[in-house]
């Protein structure tokens, strides 16, 4: 139990937030916590559930004094909320933010920085379908990785707010925001708005074969389904400001994907069997290197 931070405030009370909170608590990381949320219902749910050691009804009470600032809203609010605090930051104060895109998050939030205090985005790659004050959890960013993207930031400071996630939990790496958000459009992104289009198909298919594309839903389509729960206004954000490596993404797809089309119109087995086994050895890598803790047969067989 190491307070690493006096006073840790957090704007915006999803998933996210929520999680931070009861990490921080699990880890005794801060001194004190707290929280202000946009609407008052969202303030209300957070107090009624213990969320935080203090919410405040503005945001100006929720950064005053305050050692880590965390923006915890969707990427597009990034802009106005850091407006909006930005005059009302101390001196030597850390600004971190927990957006899924990084380099338009600096570009909205760094105008509004002033001298002396410093500005750390940050990734956590950790989350559910939830969202909302009551979907965190402590234990979400454990062995999940936390990338930084720090542009430039105070050496001492960065350092120290790596510190801070690795006691939630996480690994962390740094990486530069460009690269970031390229290797997340791969990772993240894209995967959603495939899924998002894959469930939007079923929908669409549904209306002809009534209840059965819900019954008969294998557990690959299920998958789908889940993420495709994810939440709305979050991820228009993220596809709005993570548009050109997004679309380089789903190119390269879309290519790929004529390229499947083709071979089963022509019945090319072998192109769809090689293509299939480089896809499994990708998996299997995964497997190996340790990275997906929540695979049915994981640590069932122990390395050599
Ligand atoms: N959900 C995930 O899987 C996940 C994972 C990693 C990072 N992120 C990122 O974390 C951030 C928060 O995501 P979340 O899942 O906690 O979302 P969430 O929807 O659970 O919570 C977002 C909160 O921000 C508030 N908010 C929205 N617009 C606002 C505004 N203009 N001003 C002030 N508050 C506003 C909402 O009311 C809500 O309290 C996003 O930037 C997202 O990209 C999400
Ligand atoms: O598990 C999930 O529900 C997620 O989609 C989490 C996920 C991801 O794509 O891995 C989603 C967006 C974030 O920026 C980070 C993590």
Not at 35 to 63: E, F, H, M, P
Not at 112 to 135: C, K, M, N, Y
Not at 288 to 295: N, V
Request: with cysteine; net charge negative; aromatic share 8%.
């Amino acid at each position: 139990m190491t307070v690493m931070y006096n006073r840790v405030a957090l704007i915006g009370l999803g998933l996210i937030a929520s999680s931070l909170f009861w990490a921080m608590k699990r880890g005794g990381l801060a001194g004190e916590t707290v929280g202000y949320a946009r609407s008052a219902a969202t303030r209300d749910t957070a107090r009624n559930i213990g969320l935080c050691d203090r919410i405040c009804d503005s945001v100006a009470d929720a950064v005053a004094d305050a050692d880590l600032v965390i923006l915890c809203v969707p990427v597009g609010a990034m802009d106005a909320v850091a407006a909006e605090i930005g005059p009302l930051l101390k001196t030597g104060a850390v600004v971190s933010d927990v957006g899924s895109v990084k380099r338009a998050v600096i570009d909205a939030v760094s105008p509004h920085i002033p001298d002396g205090v410093h500005f750390i985005p940050a990734h956590p790659l950790a989350g559910t379908e939830q969202s909302g004050p009551e979907s965190g959890f402590a234990e979400l960013f454990d062995n999940r990785w936390c990338l930084l993207t720090p542009n430039g930031a105070d050496a001492a400071e960065v350092a120290k707010l790596r510190t801070y996630w690795e006691a939630l939990g996480s690994n962390v790496d740094e990486m530069d925001a460009d690269h970031h958000d390229l290797v997340l459009a791969v990772t993240s992104h894209t995967p959603h708005l495939i899924a998002y289009t894959m469930v939007g198909v079923a929908d669409d298919l549904s209306r002809v074969s009534e209840s059965e594309v819900v019954q008969f839903s294998a557990t690959g389509f299920r998958d789908f389904t889940r993420i495709a729960a994810s939440d709305p206004t979050m991820w228009r954000d993220v596809f709005l400001n993570n548009k050109d490596a997004t679309l380089e993404i789903l190119g390269r797809f879309t290519e790929e994907l004529f390229a499947l089309q083709r071979a089963i119109r022509q019945g090319d087995g072998d192109l769809l069997h090689d293509y299939f086994t480089r896809t499994r050895s990708i998996r299997r890598g995964i497997i190996e290197a340790g990275q997906d803790t929540d695979a049915p047969n994981f640590g069932r067989y122990p390395k050599p």
